[in-house]
């Protein structure tokens, strides 16, 4: 099992090579272990969706891991991340963004965020609309925010065997990051990533210009949870 794991990460990490995506193995559910066996085969970059996991985990294991938020993050819970976790990627509000800047300016550190766009056909997921994100780069409140830079979009794809349907929405993310970039960001070069892709969809995530794939189940299996 520890040993398909480090295939796992081994196989995805040369397959991604040829592109422009970087992996994160998403290690939410599996124990510290299990990421300190992957840590010992090479591998440092990891994301998890619950911030008492992140915090558990962090505390726990070497510190030069690279620890991404990926799920959905409480504002009242940014405090126990922000002196440490690399990147965050479901930034969805205003109300979110200023208190990882108050956060981020405690810790004496600025946190690159990503902002989380809406591109599913379901209803169920988190995330700002385009007409939304345009709007919040624009106002005054998040030019104040010097704590935080955002680098990128982060969208997740209708959960779907139709290849066509998910492959037009990350080409629909990425059409809308490059206008953002070539207007709002035009002058700054830290907006340069994009968040997607999992372990179903990464392909053509890769193929459509993703930069950070959050790879779970195809690298450690399907998850069990206990409640
Ligand atoms: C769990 C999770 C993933 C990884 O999902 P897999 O299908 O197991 O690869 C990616 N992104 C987010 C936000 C997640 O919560």
Redesign the pocket.
Same mark, same amino acid.
């Given at each position: 099992m520890i040993n398909s794991i480090a295939q796992n990460l081994q196989f995805l990490t040369e397959k991604l090579s040829k592109t422009n995506t970087k992996l994160i193995a998403?290690t939410?559910t599996k124990p510290v272990e299990t990421i300190m066996k992957a840590y010992e085969a090479g591998f440092k970059r990891y994301g998890e969706?619950k911030v008492q996991e992140l915090v558990e985990k962090y505390e726990a294991l070497p510190k030069d891991i690279e620890w991404h938020m990926? /799920?959905h993050l409480q504002t009242n819970k940014v405090k126990y991340i922000a002196p440490f976790v690399h990147f965050i990627h /479901?930034v969805d509000s205003l109300k979110l963004l200023e208190e990882i800047n108050k956060q981020a300016l405690k810790s004496e550190r600025i946190i690159p965020v990503f902002l989380q766009i809406y591109i599913a056909k379901e209803e169920t997921k988190f995330g700002f609309s385009k007409e939304e994100i345009v709007e919040l780069l624009a106002s005054n409140q998040f030019k104040s925010l010097k704590n935080i830079v955002v680098v990128g979009l982060m969208g997740?794809a209708s959960n779907t065997l139709d290849n066509e349907q998910v492959r037009s929405e990350f080409k629909n993310l990425k059409t809308f990051f490059e206008t953002l970039k070539s207007t709002t960001f035009a002058n700054d070069f830290k907006f340069t990533e994009l968040s997607m892709g999992?372990?179903?969809d990464f392909e053509i995530a890769a193929e459509e210009g993703s930069t950070y794939a959050?790879?779970?189940?195809?690298i450690f299996g399907e998850r069990k949870y206990l409640n």
């Open positions: 998403v939410k969706n990926i /799920g /479901g997740m999992m372990s179903g959050r790879i779970g189940s195809a």
